[in-house]
């Protein structure tokens, strides 16, 4: 078994309820992962994924590699019969199988370019691990999704939601770097497991990919939008159909405490403060970012133990 996208998990309450129980004793599946051994590479910059995730393998008793591929592994080449005569110095094909003799599981983050929408949506260099390691791979941010951002916040959003169908608005807000859909898209996918009246709200031409929100529906005045939400999901991302571009700042979608009223606030992190967010909404008790980070590790134990079942 893989965790390479939302739709791996077969049922979401199950997995949630799963994760709540983890959360009541962390520990008690320790002999599970006992001889295990979890690799977790890096092609760029984390601090929940990686705390979290060791903490994870650590809770299931397994140990831990860890390495920054991004800054200190080679460069990696992924196309077939190419004359790797420029930049890559070696092929996804044995860096994958050398990774697979060291580890039973590898967890692999690495983003969107952003720059060539086809190349991103290949997720090239976690396909790449699928097809050549042979062994599990579990998604710690790929170029299109984070499925263990999406599990965390469903297990914030069962924990704190207050009706059975609670509103929940997930906001574009401004950013001054283009930043990747994949927490967004995840987000979507996992809203569309969930009993909730969920709606996207951007300024024109930051819609995602259509073939992921469907019909969820999308409200340009994020004043509208924010009516009567009980949670309030704030993320950037660049537009998609001018893929990877910055089309405006829009400083007003900044969300203020005031725009939220008594909804509860979450954000993936990290965050910028007062550009994103303000000071007022993510220091108020209704922000839930920190609780979201700690969910983490029992999404990603969660996805850990299921895996090591079927090993
Ligand atoms: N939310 C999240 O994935 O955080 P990091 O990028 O710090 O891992």
């Known amino acids: 078994m893989n965790y390479l996208s939302i739709q791996d998990i077969d049922h979401l309450p199950s997995w949630v309820n799963a994760a709540k129980k983890l959360k009541l004793a962390p520990r008690e599946h320790q002999a599970l992962g006992a001889g295990k051994t979890l690799c977790l590479l890096f092609f760029n910059n984390s601090l929940r994924t990686r705390l979290s995730t060791q903490k994870a393998a650590m809770n299931l008793g397994m140990e831990v590699l860890v390495m920054n591929f991004g800054n200190e592994g080679w460069a990696l080449e992924f196309g077939d019969g190419t004359v790797m005569d420029q930049g890559s110095s070696e092929h996804i094909k044995?860096?994958?199988?050398?990774?697979?003799?060291?580890?039973?599981?590898?967890?692999?983050?690495?983003?969107?370019?952003?720059?060539?929408?086809?190349?991103?949506?290949?997720?090239?260099?976690?396909?790449?691990?699928?097809?050549?390691?042979?062994?599990?791979?579990?998604?710690?941010?790929?170029?299109?999704?984070?499925?263990?951002?999406?599990?965390?916040?469903?297990?914030?959003?069962?924990?704190?939601?207050?009706?059975?169908?609670?509103?929940?608005?997930?906001?574009?807000?401004?950013?001054?770097?283009?930043?990747?859909?994949?927490?967004?898209?995840?987000?979507?996918?996992?809203?569309?497991?969930?009993?909730?009246?969920?709606?996207?709200?951007?300024?024109?031409?930051?819609?995602?990919?259509?073939?992921?929100?469907?019909?969820?529906?999308?409200?340009?005045?994020?004043?509208?939008?924010?009516?009567?939400?009980?949670?309030?999901?704030?993320?950037?991302?660049?537009?998609?159909?001018?893929?990877?571009?910055?089309?405006?700042?829009?400083?007003?979608?900044?969300?203020?405490?005031?725009?939220?009223?008594?909804?509860?606030?979450?954000?993936?992190?990290?965050?910028?403060?007062?550009v994103v967010v303000s000071d007022d909404a993510i220091d108020s008790n209704q922000s839930l970012v920190i609780e979201q980070a700690n969910n983490r590790t029992y999404a990603a134990q969660l996805a850990l133990k299921k895996i090591i079942e079927q090993l």
């Open 94 to 274: 044995e860096a994958a199988q050398v990774v697979a003799q060291f580890c039973d599981i590898v967890a692999i983050r690495a983003f969107a370019g952003l720059t060539d929408k086809q190349k991103d949506e290949a997720e090239l260099v976690i396909q790449g691990f699928v097809k050549y390691a042979g062994i599990p791979v579990l998604n710690m941010e790929s170029s299109v999704g984070h499925p263990l951002q999406a599990l965390a916040d469903a297990i914030t959003i069962s924990e704190q939601k207050t009706k059975t169908r609670p509103k929940v608005v997930l906001t574009w807000a401004p950013h001054p770097k283009a930043l990747p859909h994949a927490v967004a898209n995840s987000f979507v996918k996992m809203m569309q497991l969930q009993d909730a009246d969920f709606v996207i709200t951007h300024p024109k031409g930051y819609e995602l990919n259509p073939a992921i929100t469907k019909d969820v529906p999308i409200e340009y005045d994020q004043e509208k939008a924010f009516r009567d939400a009980d949670f309030v999901y704030v993320k950037n991302w660049s537009s998609y159909s001018d893929y990877g571009k910055i089309l405006h700042q829009d400083t007003n979608w900044m969300v203020t405490k005031k725009k939220l009223g008594p909804a509860k606030l979450m954000h993936c992190l990290p965050v910028r403060r007062n």
